[in-house]
C-alpha cells in the first residue's frame, strides 16, 4: 500500500512561485507514474501534470504549460511540481496521484491513478 503526503501549498499573491513535494512511503515508487491534479470548489477535479516512472517523459494540461515544471526523485521517493507565475485561476486543492502503471495510456484521467494524497491548498490572490 503506497501513503502518498503532499507539502508546499500556501497563500500566494499573482505571478509569485510556489513548489509542491509529494513524498510517498511504502510499496514501488521508480517504475509509477506520477501526476497531480487540482480541484477548485464547484469543479471537477483536474489533471495538472504527469511524469513517468523513469521521468522520461511528462504531460501537461495546457494551461500549465511553460508556467509548471513535474519532476521527481526516485531516490526521495519525491514528486515535485514547480508553479511559477502562478495565477487567481491556478487556485484549488492540489492532490498527488500514483500510478501502478509507468506510463499511463491515458495520463488525463484520474481513472489511470490508483492512490492518491489528501491534498494541498494553493491559494493565488490578485
Known amino acids: 500500500q503506497v501513503h502518498l503526503v503532499e507539502s508546499g501549498g500556501g497563500l500566494v499573491q499573482a505571478g509569485a512561485s510556489l513548489k509542491l513535494s509529494c513524498t510517498a512511503s511504502g510499496g514501488t515508487f521508480s517504475t509509477n507514474a506520477m501526476g497531480w491534479f487540482r480541484q477548485a470548489p464547484g469543479t471537477a477535479r483536474e489533471f495538472v501534470a504527469g511524469?513517468?516512472?523513469?521521468?522520461?517523459?511528462?504531460k501537461y494540461e495546457e494551461s500549465v504549460k511553460g508556467r509548471f515544471t513535474i519532476s521527481r526523485d526516485n531516490a526521495e521517493r519525491t514528486v515535485y511540481l514547480q508553479m511559477n507565475t502562478l495565477k487567481p485561476e491556478d487556485t484549488a486543492v492540489y492532490y498527488c496521484?500514483?500510478?501502478?502503471?509507468?506510463?499511463?495510456?491515458?495520463?488525463?484521467?484520474?481513472?489511470?491513478?490508483?492512490?492518491w494524497g489528501q491534498g494541498t491548498q494553493v491559494t493565488v490572490s490578485s
Open positions: 496521484a500514483g500510478s501502478i502503471s509507468p506510463y499511463p495510456d491515458t495520463w488525463f484521467s484520474s481513472r489511470a491513478y490508483n492512490y
Open positions: 511524469i513517468s516512472g523513469s521521468g522520461g517523459a511528462t
